[in-house]
């Protein structure tokens, strides 16, 4: 499957800036790009140099089981421009079916570099989501982390995703300059939205970022490398917010494999490399 950064019309917002063509993987049904850290980053940075917009997912376990179930989520992914691996479990259950899919890029591990790089090529950015209380920690610490960062703004993750409120934050991110968007929403909300509003945002970059700002600011502690670099991630986010996570990591981590499995010993054809 080909894939990467194309030229469309003004109509067709969706596209990306780069001509890279990235390799690609079908997963039960979702397109997931064999990239590295190098080709995220570059990507971001043709995105930012030509203009032409580049909506950028990820995909771990319980983005997989969402895809699997809601059939508009699973389109949405498969016609973002980049989606690269943000999870353990699906570089494990890509290897049981045979399939290769690059480097897990766990947000923790790569944004000091986009961030770096932004204060560089004085790159703006805007941060969307989460509660106010985080959105204020993030950007104290983001800014004591990389002081000539330039911040343009930052906006909670608690408003209506359509209609007029919808509109105002669409026109706040616009009117701040930013050049990347990060939109730090649950799963599918952010992806819904960011599609959405893909011809009315002005931002050319714009990365679906889950709960990375509660990361990034403390608000929820990151497990031991022992653990984030062995797989067992889960696990300590488990033990920190049992009542919010046991669903989907007791009950989501085994299904997600199973119908990996399944697939795997040609039950039906949906997990094939392309």
Known sequence: MQSGCGKHSAAERSSVASKKIFPSIDLLGVRIHVVYRRDLLATIA????????????????????????????????????LVFVDGFGVKLAAKLAGLRVGERLTYMD?????????????WPIFVLGDTEEVGQEFQR???HNHPD??????????????????????????????????????????????????????????????????????FIPRGPKWMTQHGLEWLHRLAVQPR?????YLLGNP????????????INGNARGR
Not at 259 to 266: E, H, I, P, S, Y
Request: glycine share 8%; net charge positive.
């Open 46 to 81: 043709q995105s930012i140099e030509s203009g032409r917009p580049c909506n950028i997912g990820n995909v771990n376990t319980h983005a997989m089981n969402l895809a699997f179930d809601n059939s508009e989520f699973r389109d949405i992914l498969n016609a973002f421009d």
């Open 110 to 122: 790569w944004t000091d570099d986009l961030f770096r790089l932004c204060a560089e090529r004085r």
């Open 141 to 143: 610490k983001l800014l």
């Open 149 to 218: 960062c330039p911040f343009a703004g930052r906006h909670h993750g608690f408003f209506e995703k359509t209609g007029q409120e919808s509109e105002g934050v669409v026109r706040t991110i616009n009117r701040s300059g930013a050049l990347v968007l990060l939109a730090g929403m649950s799963m599918p909300v952010q992806e819904n939205w960011i599609w959405a509003n893909r011809e009315v945002l002005a931002p050319p970059v714009r990365l679906t970022s889950g709960a990375f700002f509660s990361y990034y600011s403390g």
């Open 244 to 248: 919010a996570m046991w669903r989907r």
């Open 255 to 266: 299904l997600f494999l199973t119908r990996v499995l399944v697939n795997r010993f040609g």
